[in-house]
């Protein structure tokens, strides 16, 4: 499960009665940014993910004197950089482990809205008209997202490799059907490409998405060679969109016909 969205659940239940559980609002409800999957899209609430560089993230939690972790470890940068703390949240913020890692946030956050007496249930997710779709416009971040939030189907699987144009993109996506979205887990790029492809493998029904930075997507570009060639049931055009000017080998075209 992904613990911010829980905590997310029951504090939108909280912040709609303020008048039950006033010491609720206000509240910000962050999302580890290297969580493996997190399930988005589809009128849910969106905690607020920590941003991929430091110095944004570091900017995110300033100020917190507590940091309450579901299922999560403190945030740390994802690489060491000289004469820079690891940690991102200020120094003085003390942690409290309402659930661990290996834990069950579930059930922790919800003996919690009982412990606090807040009476549990689950809200309805909103219909959210979806945007209409960018008209003469350029291609930009802004303008794939706008396209995505538009089009993207209902389940599909986006794989997140776009590195610094990443939050332009999907901050669009609030507004995007249900979609399951597998972030960069780490500093060490390549893995958005192939990432798609497994899960491509893994969930044939599913669209999936890759959405890649050029300089990434070099240090893996066999799996543009695997999509192609239409590997394993996956071909026909539709393993994995990629915004990269990429309209298809001719090879492997000449090789299916
Ligand atoms: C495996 C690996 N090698 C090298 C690097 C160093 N590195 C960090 S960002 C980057 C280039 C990323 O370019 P791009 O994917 O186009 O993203 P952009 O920064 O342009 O948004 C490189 C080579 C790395 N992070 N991981």
């Known amino acids: 499960m992904d613990c911010c969205w829980a905590a997310a659940r029951y504090w939108r239940q909280a912040s709609r009665r303020p008048d039950n559980w006033p010491p609720a609002r206000g509240v910000p409800v962050f999302a580890n940014r290297f969580s493996a999957r997190m399930a988005c899209g589809g009128g849910r609430f969106a905690p607020q993910r920590l941003a991929y560089f430091p110095e944004p993230a570091e900017a995110m939690l300033a100020g917190l004197k507590h940091l309450i972790l579901v299922e999560s470890v403190p945030p740390v940068s994802f690489f060491g950089y000289p ?3 690891s940690y991102l949240a200020p120094e003085d913020c003390a942690f409290h482990v309402l659930a661990p890692i290996e834990g069950n946030g579930t059930e922790a956050l919800a003996a919690l809205v009982e412990e606090c007496g807040v009476e549990s249930y689950r809200p309805a997710a909103p219909e959210i008209p979806r945007p209409a779709l960018p008209e003469g416009a350029g291609l930009t971040p802004d303008t794939i997202g706008q396209a995505l939030a538009s089009l993207l ?12 144009s990443g939050e332009a993109v999907l901050q669009h996506l609030a507004s995007a059907a249900s979609y399951d979205l597998l972030p960069i887990t780490g500093g060490a790029i390549g893995q958005g490409l192939p990432l798609a492809m497994g899960a491509a493998l893994a969930c044939p029904g599913r669209k999936v998405i890759a959405l890649e930075a050029d300089g990434s997507g070099m240090y893996t570009l066999q799996s543009l060679w695997t999509m192609g060639a239409g590997a394993a ?6 393993p994995g969109e ?4 990429h309209s298809g080998y001719r090879d492997a075209k000449d ?3």
């Open 242 to 245: 990629s915004p990269l000017p």
């Open 83 to 85: 004469g820079r703390r």
């Open 153 to 164: 189907p209902e389940g599909s699987i986006v794989s997140d490799e776009m590195v610094s």
């Open 255 to 257: 090789r299916r016909r």
């Open 233 to 238: 049931g996956c071909g026909d055009g539709d």
